[in-house]
C-alpha cells in the first residue's frame, strides 16, 4: 500500500478543469444509458420481486439495489479516465460532481417516464412484468408525481455520489467498498449464517446482527461497518505483515506458509460440516459437485485451452455409468454392483468418452472444435433420452432408486444425508485439487500451457500436441464423472434433464469469472456463483435469484471477457498474456516520453 | 487440408487410425442404411432386409415427398441464417454465437407485430399488408441487435485472442435468451392463425406443397438473390469481400473497416428477422429458445457448406435440412433404429461431424482470408 502512496505523489497532476468544462455529449450519452438500465432492471421486475429479500431492515432490500447501484456505478464511470504512463493528469473536482449528478439526472428521468407510462399506458401484452405491483414498488404507493420526482433526486444524488468517489482518497475508496461489500454479503448469506450459527452455539450473535423476519438490523449493520473498517485499517495489513513476518523469521519460503494456510483449509473441511446444518451441507455438496466440474473443465479449458462446449457429456456419462451400474432397477443390464466399484466401471467409461469425442475434435481450429463438443454433447443426451437406448438408460423415465455410496465396505453414505455427501465430495475435491495441482507444475501440465499459447511453436520445441490434447480431455472427462457419479448417489435419480447444455455453460462461467487456470480462482467462482445464486437447477442462498440467475450469468459472463478476462483471481501467467498488448503499450509510452525528455534537454541546450 | 499434408509428412499416430476408422464406419453405416433402405423399398419381406429390420415397411412416395419439402423449407431457414454466421466468419473470424439469438429475436418481434395486427383486424382483412409490416419490424429489430451487440459486446475485442470474442457471444447468447425469457415471460407463445390459402396444399408439378412451406422457399430465394445482388454487384459488397480478404489493405485501400463490419452485422441480422418471421408462420409458435438449436444447426450448415461462402451456406442449410428430415427414415429406421425421429437433433450435428471429418473445408469449398485459416 505504501508503494502505490508513493507513486500516487510521484505524479505531477495539472489543475483541475472548471466544472463546465465538459465532454458533454459522452454525459448524454452516459445518462442515456443510465435510463435504459434502470429501465431494463424495472421490466425484469427485480425490484418487485427481489424486494421481499430484505438487506437492511427498514432501509434497504435486494429490490432497490437492484437499482441504486447503476446511477452510482454509471456516475462513476462518466469521468473515469485510463491513465497511461506519461498523460497529463488532471486534478479531480467540481467537474467529476457536476458530470455524475448529470448523468444520473438523465437516468432518473428515464425512470421517471417509465412511471408515467406505467400508469397510463398499458403494455402489458408483450411486457408481462407491465403491472400495478411494478408502479407500486416504484413510487411507493404515493403516486405518480411522487415516484417521478423522487427517482430524478435520488438518481441525481447517486451520480453524485458516484462522481465524489473520485473526489475521496483512495483509502476512503476502499473502506467504502469493504463496507458495502460486508453488508451486501452478510445479508445474502443470511440463512447460512443462520444456519452456522446455530451449529456453534453462537445464536446469540445472530440475533444481535439480524432481525427476526429477515434483514440485517441497523444496528448489525453498523456492527458489520465497524468489522469491516476495522479489518481494512488494521487486521488486513496484520496479517499480510505477520504472514511475511513468520515467513521470514522461520526462513521459510511463503509456499510453505501457503501449505500451513492449506493444512487450516483440510481441517476446516474436516471439522466444520459437524457443526453446519442441513441447508448449509446441501449447499455445500453443490458447491462441492460444481466444484468438481469446474476443475475438470480448468485443466481442459484453462490450462491447455479447448474450449470444450460438450463438457456436460462426461458429467452425464459418470451419473448414468454409476446408475446403471449400482441401480437394482435399471432397465437392461443391472449388475448391481457397490458404488466403490461402479466408480471404477466410471472411470474406464469416462477414458472411452474421453478419448471417443476427443479424437475427432483434436485436430479442428479452436471455434469448430467448441461447436461439435457442444454437438457431441447434445448427441449423448438425445441418445440417452431416445427410445432407441431406453434399454439402458430408460429414457425420459430416468434411471430411479439408486442406492446411496458405499466405501469400501467401511460406511454408506446415503444421498438423504448432506453431511455423509459432503464429505464424499469434499474427498473427491481433494483428490481433484491434489491432482490438478502436481499436473500444472508437471512437464505434462507445462506441455498444456505451450500448446495452449502457441501450437505451431510448442510442436516445435517437440511437444507431441495431439497426446497432450487428448490428455488433457481425458482427465477432465474423469473429474467429471466422479462428479456425475456423485450427483447420481445424492439424488438418487438421474434423468437426461439434468445433463442439458445449459450446465456445461454454467461450468465454463464459474471457470472464466473464478480465474481460468488457477485453482483457488475456481473454487472463488463455484463457491459465489452456486453457492450465492445457485446452480442450472440447485438454488442457492439467494433463492429469490432464481428466475434472474441465469441472466445475471449472461451478463457476468460478458463483462468479465470485456473487463477482466483473466478472472477475480487470475493466473499470474495466463493474466500477462492477455493483457500483453497494454504492456507493450505502458513500454512504448514511457519509451516515447523518455524521448520527449531527451529531445527537451537537447532542444534546450543548443540555444545555450 | 492439414490433415492431408501432414499425414504424408509424418508416420501416422493412432489418433490418425482412429480418424481413419470413424471415417469408414460412418460412410458405412450411411451406406449400409440406405441400401437396407432400398431393399426393403423393393420389397419388404426381402429376407436380407427383413433380417436387419424386421418391423421394416416401405416408405410411400406421398411420405417421401412430403419429408423432402418439409426438410427443404427447414434449410431454406437454416440458409438464412447460415448466411449471417458465414458473414461474420468472414470478416471477424470468430462464431457469433449469439447469431441464433438475433433470429429468435425476429422470432419474437413478428410474433408481437403479427397478434398485435391480429387484434387490429389486419391480419385477416389484409394479410399480405399485416405480413409485410411484420416482417419489416422483425428485420428491423433483428438488425437493432445484431449491430447493438456488435458495438458494446464484439468490437471492443477486437484483436484479442480468438476464443476470447467466442466465449463474450455464448454470454451474450445467454443474456437475449433470458431477456426475452424474464420480460415477456417464458413458454412458448403462438402466432395468430395463417390464412387457408397457405395452409392448403398447391399442386407444383408432380409436388403438392403446403402453401406455406412454398412461401417459405420463395422467399428465402428472394432474399438470397438480394444478398447476392449486395455482395456482388454493389460497392458496400466490394467493400464487405476486401475487408473479409485483408482489413489492413482494405483500410489501406480507403474502406471504413468499423462502419464495414457494421454493415455486415447489420446485413446478417436483417437475414435472420426474415427467417425468424418463417419460423414463426412455418410453426406458428416461438418460444426463448427457439433460437439455440436452430442457431447451432445453421451454424452447422455454413461449415458444410463451407465457410465464408455464401452459396454455400444457402445449399449447406438446405443439405443439412433435408438429411435431418430424410435421414431417420432412409438410414436409421432401416437399421432398426426404434424412435428414430427422436434422433432429427442428434442426425444434424453428425452431419457436422462427418462433413468435419471427410472434407473441412465444407462441400463446396471456404473463403476466408490466410489469417483467418491459420
Partial sequence: MSETMNTDDAVVLAPARSAFDQDWRKIVNWGLICALALIFVSLTDMPDKLDKRVIVEPLLSMGYLSLIWIPIALGNFVTREVVLEGMAQHKKGLRELVAGVSVGAIGGAGLALLIWLLDTRDLSDPLVNWNDALLEVLSFGEGVGYGAIFWILASAGLGLAGGALHLLPAIANRLLFAISLTIVLSASLESALDDISEGFQLEWLFEALFEKKGGLSVQGAIILAVFAIAWVLFLGGQAKRGRAAVAARRELSPTKVNTVGLVLIAVAAVVLPMFLGRLTNDLLTNVGLFLLLALGLNIVVGLAGILDLGYVAFYAVGGYTAAIMTSPTSPGLSPELPWWVAIFVVVFMAIVAGLFIGAPVIRMRGDYLAIVTLGFGEIIRLTVRSDWASGFTGGAQGILSIPGADIVGIATVKGTDPQQVLYLVIGFVAIAIYVSWRLENSRIGRAWMAVREDESVAEAMGINTVNSKLQAFVVGAILASFSGAIFAAKVGSVFESSFKILVSIVILVIVIVGGMGRIAGVAAGALVLVGILGGPNQPGLLAEFSEFKLLIYGALLIWMMLKRPEGLIPNVRRSRELHQDEFLQDAWLKAQADDDDDEAVSGEAAPA | ?374
Fill in chain 2, 1 to 374: 487440408m492439414t490433415t492431408a499434408m501432414r499425414s504424408k509428412a509424418a508416420p501416422r499416430t493412432g489418433v490418425d487410425w482412429f480418424l481413419t476408422f470413424l471415417r469408414v464406419l460412418l460412410s458405412g453405416l450411411v451406406l449400409f442404411g440406405l441400401s437396407a433402405f432400398l431393399l426393403q423399398q423393393i420389397d419388404p419381406g426381402n429376407p436380407l432386409a427383413s433380417a436387419i429390420n424386421p418391423d421394416a415397411n416401405r416408405l410411400s412416395w406421398d411420405a417421401f415427398q412430403g419429408l423432402v419439402i418439409s426438410g427443404l423449407s427447414q434449410g431454406a431457414m437454416y440458409g438464412l441464417i447460415a448466411l449471417g454466421y458465414s458473414m461474420v466468419y468472414g470478416v471477424l473470424g470468430f462464431i457469433n454465437f449469439a447469431h441464433g439469438e438475433v433470429f429468435m429475436v425476429g422470432a419474437m418481434t413478428g410474433m408481437i407485430t403479427s397478434n398485435k395486427l391480429f387484434e387490429a383486424g389486419v391480419w385477416e382483412d389484409n394479410f399480405l399488408l399485416a405480413i409485410l409490416i411484420a416482417v419489416l419490424v422483425s428485420v428491423i429489430c433483428s438488425t437493432v441487435t445484431a449491430v447493438v451487440t456488435e458495438r458494446i459486446a464484439y468490437r471492443p475485442l477486437r484483436g484479442s485472442p480468438r476464443l476470447i470474442p467466442l466465449i463474450t457471444s455464448i454470454g451474450v447468447s445467454f443474456f437475449i435468451q433470458n431477456t426475452s425469457a424474464v420480460l415477456l415471460g417464458p413458454g412458448a407463445k403462438s402466432y395468430p392463425r395463417l390464412p387457408d390459402w397457405l395452409r392448403d396444399d398447391i399442386g407444383i408439378g408432380p409436388f403438392d406443397i403446403e402453401g406455406k412451406k412454398l412461401l417459405v422457399l420463395v422467399v428465402a430465394g428472394l432474399s438470397m438473390g438480394a444478398l447476392w445482388y449486395l455482395v456482388e454487384r454493389t460497392k458496400t459488397g466490394k467493400a464487405m469481400r476486401a475487408v473479409a480478404e485483408d482489413k489492413e489493405i482494405a483500410s489501406l485501400m480507403g474502406i471504413d473497416v468499423d462502419r464495414t463490419i457494421v454493415t455486415t452485422f447489420a446485413v446478417g441480422g436483417a437475414m435472420a428477422g426474415v427467417a425468424g418471421i418463417l419460423w414463426g408462420i412455418l410453426f406458428g409458435s416461438v418460444t426463448e429458445f427457439t433460437g439455440f438449436l436452430p442457431g447451432i444447426k445453421a451454424f452447422s450448415a455454413a461449415v458444410v457448406g463451407g465457410i465464408g461462402n455464401l452459396g454455400g451456406a444457402m445449399a449447406g442449410g438446405l443439405t443439412l435440412g433435408s438429411s435431418e428430415s430424410l435421414a431417420p427414415q432412409l438410414v436409421l429406421e432401416p437399421l432398426g433404429v426404434t424412435g428414430h425421429t427422436q434422433l432429427k437433433d442428434a442426425v444434424a450435428f453428425l452431419v457436422l461431424i462427418f462433413v468435419l471429418l471427410v472434407k473441412p473445408t465444407g462441400l463446396f469449398g471456404e473463403r476466408l482470408s490466410a489469417e483467418e485459416r491459420a
